[in-house]
């Protein structure tokens, strides 16, 4: 079983859709939650960290469910720019610590 | 705040060839370091992980080796390339733990 798990997609969707990302993790001793954003052929970038509150910047909310070990992204109001590659990453402690990326989910959202 | 240098942007390579992929951060001490790779259209792979100078975890059982001589600096290195090391190299740095990290702007190797 993969550390960090994702729906690869691709989520095709109007603009103005709302649209969610699930992700799951299998270490329950991890301890931080990210995700990022990749555009095509570039590095990823932060978008958000994930607290056990739940939180939310702008259109996007993020939840942690510990019990469960999953992670979702909640994008509201769709824009053509929302359109990359979501990535979920888990910080967990192995040996050492060291973050865990999922392989993405590709978003596309079309006019 | 940090910040992440890699080079070169783009490198072509033949098989066999050795390769050697710097990784420098400013702006930060002591920070963890990573190496990644992402083949076309997949996730990242995470390579080798360091919190500390010389110290160094593999992930992954292949033909690529990692450094770090240096607080800030981090050394992906390999003796002969394989076609199937093609990729799109990340270096990525966490200033303290269970904090975001940032990435560099990444390496396209391609191995002919």
């Known amino acids: 079983r993969k550390e960090v798990e994702q729906d690869p997609g691709p989520f095709n969707v109007p603009e103005g859709a709302t649209v969610a990302f699930n992700c799951t993790y299998s270490n329950s001793a991890s301890q931080s939650f990210f995700w990022y954003r990749q555009d095509c052929r570039k590095e990823p970038k932060l978008l958000m960290s994930v607290y056990s509150s739940g939180n939310e910047d702008g259109r996007f909310t993020a939840q942690l469910n510990r019990a469960s070990q999953y992670i979702s992204l909640l994008i509201r109001d769709s824009k053509l720019s929302d359109s990359a590659t979501y990535l979920c990453?888990?910080?967990?402690?192995?040996?050492?610590?060291?973050?865990?990326f999922g392989s993405g989910t590709r978003l596309l959202v079309r006019p | 705040s940090q910040t992440i240098h890699q080079w070169p942007a783009t490198l072509v390579q033949p098989v066999g060839s050795p390769l050697s992929l710097e990784c420098t951060v400013e702006g930060t001490s002591n920070p963890n370091l990573y190496w990644y790779r992402q083949a076309a259209g997949r996730g990242l792979q995470l390579l080798f992980y360091s919190i500390g100078i010389d110290q160094i975890s593999s992930e992954v059982p292949q033909n690529l080796s990692a450094s770090r001589p240096q607080d800030r600096q981090f050394i992906l290195s390999s003796k002969k390339l394989l076609l199937s090391d093609s990729g799109f190299y990340l270096c990525a740095c966490e200033e303290v733990m269970n904090t975001e990290a940032f990435f560099g702007q990444g390496t396209r190797l391609t191995v002919v």
């Open positions: 990453v888990v910080g967990m402690m192995d040996s050492s610590y060291k973050l865990i």
